[in-house]
């Protein structure tokens, strides 16, 4: 068994909440300078503008690129190797969270209950998914998941002999519906199968894939390649003021499901796509 | 532009305009609407409303980031906002047809400004106080002194929609 101490984790989550806030991916960049050489509208051209010079801004005064700097998702993959010493796994990255928020001046955006609404102060709880993977590893991916795009997301069960086009017009509506609330250039996860909790799990885990990566299989990177130019042809276009780019990718990710389902869920996030990951 | 804001400046205001403020606007999102009621904790005469809501200010700085929020959350509470002489609201995303109504009604105007853009969008202001509901955390209510802010006329006060305009254009 290898050992890591949970103090690790704790500083690797404070890090990458400060890092993913501050310093837009590099893949986000480059896709938002391949649709500005391609936008046919001037605003939306002016708009994209903003968009890349607010990175820069950011990047270089270690500011927050947005004032949502979100709800913390965190994703990990435990290599069942791995044996954590010291705090239990969840309260390290909860830690993580608390300090990075703190230390980076980020807004702290959430509510103790969902009725009362009252703020925790520290950003804390995160949401945590773990996944136990082979080896002796740990990946730890952090999203800072806003609430405007957050909104805008959807999920519907559909009968188990639906086509593609059904899905198509479904996730087609939730993009259009969110139109200028979700801030595009959105990023379009598409979770398709396994069960009700497992298509929303997938359209998020699907976000955190490079902007301009497709998925592995053949079958599903075209569906990918063909919504994305479905979905730039709505017209929305940079913050729904119309033009050629309302969405940077479309990534979708399949899971087996229930002869009697086909479950969809489409999670949207804004330009502002905020995921970084490291391994230790 | 500068606040106070009359009626005579609105009627001006048309919508695709690109505008620039300066002076005091207000910031004040969910939480802080629920709580105004009939009363909002500043003069609302001619008054610039911001949906916002920044970062905390680092050492040394005025402010941290600060955008505009989804103004359509704000909906229910703004037609009330606008009987009592809002003039300004600045956002970003829909509003509804009953704040459209109240728009025309009132003789008010909602600005839009790019969502995700904050870091920059601090650069134009030059002090912020909190001035009401301090228990909100993030959400208390903020007076903002700002300087040349940008921001693009949605829905003017005839009622004309800037993204119903962008969506029949297609």
Redesign the interface.
């Known amino acids: 068994m290898r050992e890591v101490p949970a103090k690790e984790i704790t500083e690797t989550v404070k890090d990458l909440c400060i890092e993913a806030n501050t310093n837009l991916a590099e893949d986000v960049v480059a896709a938002l300078n391949k649709s500005l050489a391609k936008e046919k509208s001037s605003v939306g051209r002016k708009i994209l503008r903003q968009i890349i010079q607010n990175a820069q801004i950011a990047r270089r005064d270690k500011l927050p690129l947005c004032q949502d700097t979100g709800l913390a998702v965190v994703f990990i993959e435990l290599g069942q190797e791995v044996q954590i010493i010291g705090e239990a796994l969840e309260s390290a990255v909860h830690e993580g969270v608390r300090q990075g928020y703190e230390a980076g001046f980020l807004r702290k955006s959430v509510t103790e209950d969902p009725i009362l609404r009252k703020n925790t102060g520290d950003n804390t709880p995160a949401i945590l998914h773990v996944e136990i993977v082979p080896g002796a590893k740990i990946k730890i991916g952090f999203l800072a998941k806003g609430g405007g795009a957050e909104n805008c997301s959807a999920l519907r069960i559909f009968n188990p002999s639906t086509d593609r086009e059904e899905i198509d017009n479904f996730i087609l509506e939730t993009v259009e519906a969110a139109g200028p609330n979700a801030c595009p250039p959105i990023i379009v996860g598409v979770g398709i199968g396994g069960n009700f909790d497992t298509a929303a799990y997938l359209a998020k885990k699907a976000l955190c894939r490079k902007v301009g990566a497709h998925n592995s299989g053949h079958a599903a990177q075209q569906w990918e390649k063909e919504l994305l130019k479905k979905i730039n042809l709505l017209g929305i276009g940079p913050m729904g003021l119309g033009g050629t780019t309302t969405a940077l990718a479309v990534n979708i990710e399949k899971r087996p499901c229930h002869i009697s389902s086909l479950p969809a869920a489409v999670n949207i996030d804004c330009h502002a796509h905020r995921f970084k990951e490291t391994i230790i | 532009m500068r606040a106070p804001i009359d009626d005579k400046l609105v009627a001006k205001l048309k919508v695709g305009e690109e505008v620039l403020i300066s002076g005091k606007i207000f910031a004040a999102r969910d939480?802080a609407h629920k709580l105004f009621g009939k009363n909002p904790p500043f003069d609302p005469k001619g008054a610039i409303l911001f949906y916002?809501?920044?970062?905390?200010?680092?050492p040394g700085a005025i402010i941290?980031?600060?955008?505009p929020?989804?103004a359509?959350r704000m909906d229910p509470f703004t037609p009330d906002l606008l009987k009592l002489g809002i003039k300004i609201m600045i956002g970003?995303?829909?509003r509804s047809e009953s704040v459209k109504a109240a728009i025309r009604k009132y003789k008010a105007v909602y600005l839009?400004v790019?969502?995700?853009?904050?870091?920059?969008l601090?650069?134009h202001i030059k002090k912020s106080t909190v001035i009401a509901y301090p228990q909100?955390?993030?959400?208390a209510v903020l007076e903002l002194e700002v300087a040349n802010f940008p921001a693009?006329v949605a829905i003017d006060s005839q009622g004309n929609d800037?993204?119903e305009q962008?969506?029949s254009?297609?």
Do not use: H, M, N, Q
């Not at chain 2, 916002?52 to 680092?58: E, Y």
């Not at chain 2, 941290?64 to 955008?67: A, D, L, T, W």
């Not at chain 2, 790019?114 to 920059?120: D, F, I, M, R, T």
């Open positions: 939480s916002a809501s920044p970062t905390p200010t680092p941290g980031s600060i955008g929020t989804t359509t970003k995303g829909r839009v790019p969502g995700g853009v904050a870091a920059a601090s650069k909100l955390g993030p959400e693009i800037l993204f962008a969506r254009a297609r």
